[in-house]
């Protein structure tokens, strides 16, 4: 193992870390609360919500992210004109937050219709209106459910963010690809696997604290 | 003093008709429990008043005021915020208590007087923490519906019904998911509210109950009213052939 050689690339492949870094908190930023509203319009009583947000997701889902990301970069300027062109950033962040938001739209759908029809009466019973019921009852409890879903995506979008080296962003793939184009030395790639296994740990165990943290109640004791 | 009136109602799911023109008065003070096998409407009938499922049609009045009736042959109810309203002269205990899990017994109870009611916080406090001395469960207010046995669930289910202040309060087969010996401190509790004269329509299967606390018991089969007594009358002196053989058959 060439100690010296890793040292020599380790800056550029950490600042590649960086840029991955920050594409990924900046979609979770954006993505996690986004999500909520196509999840709540998804199971509307007002058919107009349900069409909006279910072909949201549908289109969000059902095409690459890859083509997506493309579409963004490269199709949005040449269709609506220039003032929609973005840095290869702005447009990674964008794409992402949009894709990323169709699938917690999902998982949010899926906790929330898995809540007890009971809980449901009891609010009604008890005279809450449908978002008090929505708010104090339904959602706190959702968030323990969906926590082991979300988690998933979250792991997955660590490893997604490698797709925007297909834009020339400069992330943790990118400076690994260049340094073995350069030097005809595949050390780079290695180390990069490691980088994005230790970022993938450290959610592993947040998401483990998470999920505690979330089902506290759910203990027989405390 | 009538609190609950229930004229006529039908209750149809799809070609399945679940209530068949039930009529009946609820005066204030009276325990009526409602006996009958399962199938026969009585909990629909329950949930009917509670507004948890929508009659045919027919007309319910609670505590006076109208919570459906029926015009044209339609039933009609008056806007969501009324209904509410009228539904919160009601309390509702149910089978499986559906207590909120992520709450704590005490926010089970002041959640619903702080949110919808609009009491303040530290009196809807003291007003739960004497009505969990009434269901005898002063010590479980922090702790969460999982850390509770059922009957204690229950218990502190009906605390949650009686926080609201209710001019009636219906259960639902109340001790039908627990195991016998904690069906015991649930019956028990529910007397002590018999004993102080709290109106309430209760739907059973529990017969020793109705028979010693139930101040009129109706017995109900393929969603009618068959007869309805006393209960000393009512189990002592059965009238109606159905009655009979439905006593018989729990015997």
């Given at each position: ?34 999500g909520l ?21 549908w ?8 083509l ?48 007890d029809a009971?809980?449901h ?44 080296t ?9 400076a ?22 230790a ?5 592993t ?5 998470c ?8 203990r027989?004791?405390? | ?48 008043v ?10 319910i ?30 309390g ?8 909120f ?14 949110n ?6 530290e ?15 002063t ?8 850390q509770?046995s ?22 639902d087969?109340?001790t ?13 509790t ?11 329509l ?10 010693n606390?139930?101040t009129?018991?109706?017995?109900m ?9 006393t209960p ?14 439905f ?5």
């Amino acid at each position: 193992m060439d100690t010296a050689y890793m040292s020599a690339i380790l800056p550029s492949l950490l600042s590649g870390t960086k840029l991955t870094l920050f594409i990924f908190f900046a979609t979770l930023l954006i993505s996690l609360p986004l999500g909520l509203p196509f999840a709540l319009g998804s199971i509307s009583r007002f058919a107009p919500f349900r069409v909006l947000a279910k072909g949201y997701i549908w289109i969000f889902r059902g095409t690459p992210l890859m083509l997506q990301l493309f579409f963004v970069y490269y199709g949005l300027p040449i269709m609506f004109g220039a003032s929609l062109r973005m840095t290869n950033m702005t447009a990674a962040v964008v794409t992402f937050a949009c894709n990323y938001a169709a699938y917690f739209a999902e998982i949010y759908r899926a906790g929330i219709q898995s809540i007890d029809a009971g809980q449901h009466e009891a609010a009604k019973s008890l005279g809450f209106t449908s978002w008090q019921t929505m708010k104090i009852i339904i959602l706190p409890q959702t968030i323990a459910r969906v926590i082991p879903p979300i988690s998933n995506e979250v792991i997955t979008l660590v490893k997604d963010t490698a797709l925007v080296t297909a834009i020339g962003v400069g992330e943790l793939l990118k400076a690994a690809k260049d340094a073995n184009n350069r030097d005809v030395n595949p050390t780079a790639f290695f180390m990069a696997a490691i980088i994005y296994l230790a970022l993938t740990f450290l959610l592993t165990l947040l998401s483990q604290w998470c999920e505690k943290r979330f089902s506290r109640h759910e203990r027989k004791e405390i | 003093m009538s609190i609950l009136n229930i004229e006529h109602v039908t209750k149809k799911f799809g070609g399945f008709t679940a209530l068949n023109d039930v009529s009946l008065n609820v005066e204030k003070g009276e325990a009526v429990a409602i006996i009958g096998s399962s199938g026969s409407g009585k909990s629909t009938l329950l949930r009917c008043v509670n507004n948890l499922e929508r009659v045919t049609t027919g007309k319910i009045t609670v505590d006076g005021k109208v919570l459906v009736d029926t015009v044209d042959g339609k039933a009609v109810y008056p806007k969501e915020a009324e209904i509410r309203t009228i539904c919160t002269k009601t309390g509702m205990v149910f089978q499986h208590f559906n207590l909120f899990p992520h709450l704590s017994c005490i926010d089970n109870i002041t959640s619903a007087p702080i949110n919808v009611l609009k009491i303040p916080a530290e009196q809807a406090r003291v007003e739960a923490m004497r009505l969990l001395g009434v269901v005898g469960l002063t010590e479980k207010a922090d702790s969460y519906p999982a850390q509770l046995s059922g009957g204690q669930k229950q218990r502190v289910a009906i605390a949650r019904a009686l926080a609201m202040n209710p001019q009636i309060m219906l259960f639902d087969e109340p001790t039908s998911a627990l195991d016998p010996e904690t069906t015991n401190e649930v019956v028990s509790t529910i007397q002590k509210l018999v004993e102080q004269k709290i109106t309430m329509l209760i739907v059973t299967h529990d017969m020793r109950f109705a028979r010693n606390s139930a101040t009129r018991v109706i017995f109900m089969d393929e969603g009618s009213i068959i007869e309805q007594n006393t209960p000393d009358k009512l189990f002592n002196h059965p009238e109606n052939p159905r009655l009979q053989a439905f006593l018989n058959s729990i015997h």
